[in-house]
């Protein structure tokens, strides 16, 4: 497979003027679009900082259940402004993505669309695995150390993998479903199993945030903030354990073992 990618910076450089007159440096975030082709078909359009592109294209198709692996992938080329993905997918690939229902629904907090999905009953199991306590307390801390744009701008979301005691990446969006992607597909890129990893993000996780952790096979998904009930119902029906760490340092493990 080859992968061609040309991301851009991730910050704009600004300048504010406090109520004294004086002018500082104020770095924002960068909310930059691409649109995706599979196959010279467009597939979906993405709001998303301008790096790490290819990642974000390859965890987002195979999040939203649209490959099943990079052995799909024949090739990706992102154009030089970053405004374009192609993606080329094996026949056989493509012939179960123009035979999927075609749909369009909003993926994330920004105005990213999809036009090819997956329902919730193709959802597999999640095999659940081992996990300390003390692998999350690491990931948090971790990705608060891995957070550059968030530091700049405070406008960005984030997320994390953790293969037992070992951060293995932080990637950072302005969409906490494109960080997610985007740490997804830097693992499947890296070959890294996702299913043997623990995930912590940001941001809130409603039901579409375990859609995605599921097709991955994440058996552990964790976040600062509480699930919402259907994302519980969904975490029950297929294994997957859903951990919050509260701002006291207390996890609560909403299924699963501890």
């Known amino acids: 497979m080859r992968i061609i990618d040309q991301s851009k910076a ?12 004086r002018k500082l440096p104020c770095p924002v975030a960068v909310e930059h679009g691409i649109d995706v082709f599979i196959n010279e078909r467009p597939a979906m359009r993405l ?6 592109l290819d990642e974000l294209v390859v965890g987002r198709l195979f999040t939203e259940g649209m490959i099943r ?19 080329m997918l094996t026949s056989e690939a493509a012939e179960r993505l123009e035979s999927a229902k075609t749909a369009e629904v909003s993926t994330c907090c ?18 659940p ?11 948090a801390d971790g990705l608060r150390d891995h957070q550059p744009l968030y530091g700049q701008t405070h406008a960005v979301h984030a997320a994390c993998l953790m293969r037992r005691d070992r951060l293995l990446c932080c990637r950072e969006d302005i969409g906490r479903h494109n960080a997610l992607d985007k740490v997804i597909g830097w693992a499947l ?24 952790a599921i097709r991955a096979g994440v058996p552990v998904l964790a976040s600062k903030t509480y699930p919402t009930d259907q994302a519980l119902l ?3 029906r297929t294994g997957l354990t859903m951990v ?14 501890e």
């Not at 052995?71 to 192609?86: P, S, T, W, Y």
């Not at 695995?129 to 990931?139: C, D, I, K, S």
Request: aromatic share 4%.
């Open 10 to 21: 991730s910050r704009l450089a600004c300048v504010k003027e406090t109520s004294g007159g």
């Open 244 to 257: 919050t760490l509260r701002p006291d340092g207390e996890q609560v493990v909403w299924n699963g073992r």
């Open 69 to 87: 692996g990079l052995a799909d992938i024949l090739g990706v080329h992102i154009c030089e402004q970053g405004l374009r993905a192609k993606v």
């Open 234 to 236: 969904l975490a029950a």
């Open 189 to 212: 890129l890296a070959g890294e199993a996702p299913e043997e990893c623990l995930l912590y993000c940001t941001g809130r996780l409603p039901v579409d945030m375990l859609r995605k």
């Open 110 to 127: 920004t105005d990213n669309r999809t036009l090819l999905a997956s329902s919730d009953t193709e959802l597999p199991a999640v095999r």
């Open 47 to 52: 709001t998303c900082t301008p790096e790490h």
């Open 129 to 139: 695995v081992a996990w300390e306590p003390a692998w999350l307390r690491l990931a």
